[in-house]
């Protein structure tokens, strides 16, 4: 069965880098989303992306985040600048067109140290 | 706005009898509502999803669900517990009318333990 794969699965990093988290979402669905859980927390959307742009966004998806696609199978997660209370789980979910079904990879825990 | 409520965030069975987590939602409109669950260190599982279809939804592992408008309840239901289903499970809504794509609004979880 396809399934939504996320690297790496933690990533430590120290406050102010950037960081990259990177996804391959399930081969024929076109719509991409980030998920993040804080420890002890609800899992919070961040963003929603089809058709080469972000369709829609939370409060959370300020400046310091990004999203791409750079090629036909990788999507990605950019935090320019990262802060202690940016350390969460990331999810990746992805969907076929036309319908909620939500298929989620297993994470990237990010630590800020 | 939409939002659900898990109203148990720990719930522990014995192996072999029913289990019963417990999920409100509140929408403007008839929602679409999910279970999802995680095993220690895996992703997120759907493990059911309502779509104003039938009330009563059958899931994988022998869950279902069964959608109560005039109770706004979405409680995830199973006739026998497994030592396989202990993870947390989490009650979501869909915050998008008619089954559009659209943010997922999650539940804040049930840890779900199972006793041998």
């Known amino acids: 069965e396809p399934e939504v794969t996320q690297t790496p699965s933690h990533q430590v990093t120290q406050m102010g880098q950037e960081v990259i988290l990177r996804c391959v979402p399930i081969s024929n669905h076109l719509y991409f989303y980030w998920y993040r859980q804080i420890l002890g927390q609800k899992v919070e959307f961040l963003v929603s992306?089809?058709?080469?742009?972000?369709?829609?966004k939370s409060e959370i998806f300020d400046d310091q985040f990004s999203v791409e696609r750079p090629d036909g199978s990788n999507f990605t997660l950019k935090i320019r600048s990262t802060k202690l209370e940016d350390s969460a789980m990331y999810f990746c979910?992805?969907?076929?067109?036309?319908?909620?079904?939500?298929?989620f990879g297993p994470g990237t825990r990010l630590t800020v140290l | 706005a939409q939002s659900v409520t898990q109203l148990d965030s720990h719930v522990s069975v014995s192996e072999g009898t029913p289990v019963l987590l417990r999920c409100n939602y509140s929408?403007?409109?008839?929602?679409?509502l999910f279970w999802y669950v995680q095993h220690p260190n895996k992703g997120l599982q759907l493990l059911l999803k309502?779509?104003?279809?039938?009330?009563l939804v059958k899931g994988i592992n022998g869950f279902e669900a069964e959608f109560k408008k005039s109770e706004t309840s979405f409680h995830l239901t199973k006739p026998s517990a497994h030592m396989s289903d202990a993870a947390e499970y989490f009650c979501v809504v869909s915050s998008n009318y008619g089954g559009s794509q659209g943010n997922l609004i999650f539940g804040k979880g049930t840890k779900l333990s199972v006793k041998p």
């Open positions: 309502y779509t104003s279809a039938a009330t």
């Open positions: 929408s403007s409109y008839s929602p679409s």
């Open positions: 979910a992805s969907s076929e067109l036309e319908t909620d079904t939500q298929y």
């Open positions: 992306f089809y058709n080469n742009e972000i369709s829609e």
